[in-house]
């Protein structure tokens, strides 16, 4: 399976940074660094890769375990080296689900089959920096 993006220099930007990144099928992601930023950077770009992988899965395993999930939301934090290159050395993913009686066992069962299972990019990550995953389910 083939995956293609094309990135693309924004010489207009402020930063004189602002890269536009264009997968086959049209999506844009601007990234950009410095000064006055006006897209996210690669590196919490990487994070946010992180999180929305995680959740996908999340979500749809939660669903197919027709659990009432009414909102939930990821938070990635990411340690860095401070030599170059400044690599994660540990990340931090913590899932909030909010729902009407939704089983802590079946969110620890969704978060673990995706981290150890389907989502690509924590199996990328995973190899270069320790990644622990946490969760708490509210009412509601």
Known sequence: MLNHVEV??????ATGRLFEARTTR????????????VGAS??????????????????????????AVTGYRVVVDGDRREEHPRVFTHIRVHHVVRGRGVSETAVAEAIRLSDEKYCTVH???AGAAG???TFEVQEG
Request: glycine share 14%; aromatic share 0%.
């Open 131 to 133: 990644i622990a995953s």
């Open 42 to 67: 690669p590196v919490d770009a990487l994070l946010a890769a992180l999180g929305g992988c995680g959740a996908m899965d999340v979500i749809d395993i939660l669903r197919k375990k027709r659990q």
């Open 26 to 37: 049209g999506h844009v992601l601007v990234m950009d660094s410095g000064e006055g930023m």
């Open 123 to 125: 199996a990328m990550l």
């Open 8 to 13: 693309a220099h924004q010489p207009q930007g």
